[in-house]
């Protein structure tokens, strides 16, 4: 099919989520962290997980992780080339990028109590 398709999930911490998506020729997921009313917040939360940066890198080491910090989001993202709603993927690579999402997922879930308390710290 030519939609894209994106899949969602949460982590346990009010504004972060991990996304899962489809362009055309790449995938795409990210560790998103997107309370509504504060970019502080966000920021903060995505310090708190760039903390363990190592630990992610070390779990993904074909993969390289861009943190991004938008105006009033933030997020961890890793493209994966080549797999996307027009390429025609395999079942091994959908299940290659589903095994991304779940470590990224596993990864900000094992450190969620820290970065929800940062979040919290930075609330204006």
């Known amino acids: 099919s030519s939609a894209n ?15 899962l998506g489809a362009a ?19 920021h903060a939360g995505i310090e708190a997980l760039q903390a363990h940066q190592t630990q992610l890198e070390e ?5 390289e992780l861009e943190w991004r910090r938008a105006p009033a989001t933030a997020m961890v993202e890793v493209i994966v080339p080549e797999v996307g709603y027009g390429t025609e993927p395999t079942d091994s690579e959908l ?15 094992k450190h969620k109590n820290e970065i929800a308390a940062a979040m ?5």
């Open 120 to 124: 919290d710290e930075a609330t204006p």
């Open 24 to 42: 055309k020729t790449k995938s795409i997921i990210q560790i998103w962290f997107s309370r509504a009313t504060s970019a502080s917040e966000n």
């Open 95 to 109: 299940d290659e990028i589903a095994r991304i999402a779940g470590v990224m997922a596993t990864k900000a879930r």
């Open 5 to 19: 398709y994106w899949k969602a999930g949460s982590i346990g911490v009010n504004g972060l989520n991990v996304y």
């Open 59 to 63: 779990a993904l080491p074909d993969y």
